[in-house]
Each structure stands twice: as C-alpha cells, then as structure tokens.
C-alpha cells in the first residue's frame, strides 16, 4: 500500500501513513490562473494499492476534481487498485429524490470518481450509511462518534447527556453515550424541501441541571444546533455544548452558534476548522487495514 496524501488533506494523508508505516507517493500539485487544477505523481505507484486521501469540503468541486485527477493518474501509472478515502464527502446529503425533478447527487459524484479509475471509497459518517450499497462502487463508512466522546471525557465531561438534534444522529449519539453514560435523547427536525428552512419540535427530555452534549454528523449553517440548544436551555440545561464530525461552519456560523449560549463546539479534523479538535487518523488507518 501507498498513500497519496491529496492537496486537501496533506497533513492526514502523512498521519494516516505514518500510522500504517507505509510510504506517502509525493505529488505535485497546481491550480493555473484560470482556476483548473493540474496534478502529478513524482513516485511509483506500478502494481500498488494506492491509497489517495482527499477531503472534498469546500471548495467541493475543485476537491472532487482533483481527487478523480489524482485517482486517474494512478491508474494511468499501472496502480493496481485505487481506494479513495474521503473524510467528509461531499454531496451525500442528496442521497434520494425528495422533489420531481432532482437528481441523487452522491451517485453522480461517486459514478465520475469510479469513471476516473477510484476502485473503493472509505468516508467517516457518511450523512445515511443505507445509501452505500446503492453507489456505483463499494463504499465503507466508518463512525467518529466515539472518538468524538472521548475527547469530551478527557475534559471532564463523563457525565454528560447526549443529544441528537434528528434522528440521523441517533448512531452517533448512542456510541457517545456507551462512553459518557449519562442518558441520551433526541429531537425531531423538519426540513422545507422548497425553503431548506429547518425545525424542530420541543419534547421532553431528562435533562433539568444537566450538561448537554449535541452531536450531529455536519454543523453547516448552524441552524440546527442553535434550534436545539434554545430547546435545552428552555428544558434547564446548565451547560450545553456541540460535537460533529464535519465541521463546515459556513459562513458565520460558529459565532451564532456560540452566541446562542453553546459552551464550545468540538469536531474533527476531516474538515479543515479551527473547531477541528479530534484527528481521524487512527480511525482511518483502522478502517484501512481491516
Ligand atoms: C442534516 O440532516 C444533517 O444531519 C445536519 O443536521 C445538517 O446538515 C446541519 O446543517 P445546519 O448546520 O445548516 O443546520
């Protein structure tokens, strides 16, 4: 195995390899004036398994472009096969048609990288894990929700609740509170198909005098978490803090939401943030080699 470490995740690429002992293939990459990418692998990837870890947060486009670049530049150079690991992927949220007329964009995005020369894809808490056996080429997902849960331990917070803000954060909740043991919970969350706008529905929760922890897979805008810490602290939460994986944190989003009365907000390094707390690294190199 070699791992390309991909313009977008250098700094985990060389972790991951570094982990699995294996050599990193060094690349050569540019964008020229007119905004297109243009890349070149400088080692030997002949009758390898080249591993190219490539994030596509935003810019998304030029990411996904230059990780079917890379991927087509392996297979160009007789790699044998080509995984591509993809800490955030990007498009995954339209995973169905939910409006005449859509498309199922983590299937065209997944269907060009396989056209590219990418054998397999290995992404952390892809938005529904059910969607991976209809892609166009097998893909593995591996969850962060522990990790996540242990970060908060070290800091003391052992005792806390765990919240999904939706029912799709119901797995990462669970695995959080196996490790914070404090209760977990969750709320219900509409979407307007035509607005985007969210909502969510107060119920009650056991989480009078509590430390709340809110975990979802993405923070975007924001509105989410702030939609569920108003609800906790109407509910008498003392402290409430936020977790995610994907730490997109468009535009202003992390100062809304810290302004909304959440303590701090703690998420991954598959996007680069300054909340970006937690390395994936070890759950990668894991996921790799079993
Ligand atoms: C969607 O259902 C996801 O799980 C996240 O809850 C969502 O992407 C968060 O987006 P925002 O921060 O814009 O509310």
Known sequence: MKIVPGPASRQSGEQIAKLLHVETVPLVFKIFPDGES????????????????????????RRLIQL??????????????????????????????????????????????????????????VHQEKVLSKLPLPGKSVSAGALL??????????????????????????????????????????????TGKVSTEKK?????????????DIISSGGTIIQAAKILRDLGATTVLAACVHPLLAADAEKRILESGVQEIVGTDSVESPVGKVSLAPLIADALTH
């Not at 243009?38 to 486009?61: A, F, K, M, W």
């Not at 096969?81 to 993809?86: L, M």
């Not at 003391?156 to 919970?185: M, S, T, W």
């Open 68 to 125: 079917a670049l890379i991927a087509d530049a392996a297979k160009r150079n007789q790699a044998a096969k080509v995984t591509a690991v993809v800490p955030y992927l990007a498009y995954a949220r339209q995973d169905r048609i939910f409006l005449p007329g859509e498309t199922i964009s983590i299937q065209t995005i997944t269907g060009m990288l396989k056209a590219a020369g990418v054998d397999e894809l290995l992404t952390v808490n």
């Open 149 to 194: 849960a242990e970060y908060f331990k070290t800091k003391g917070y052992e005792k806390a609740f765990a919240l999904a803000p939706d029912e799709n954060a119901l797995h990462i909740v669970e695995q959080a509170k196996r490790i914070l043991g404090d209760g977990c919970g969750y709320l219900e969350k509409h979407r307007d198909r035509y």
């Open 204 to 216: 009650t929760l056991a989480v009078q005098d509590k430390t709340v922890i809110i975990f979802d």
């Open 38 to 61: 243009y890349v070149r692998l400088e080692g030997n990837v002949r009758d390898e398994h080249v591993v190219i870890v490539q994030t596509t947060s935003p810019p998304q486009e």
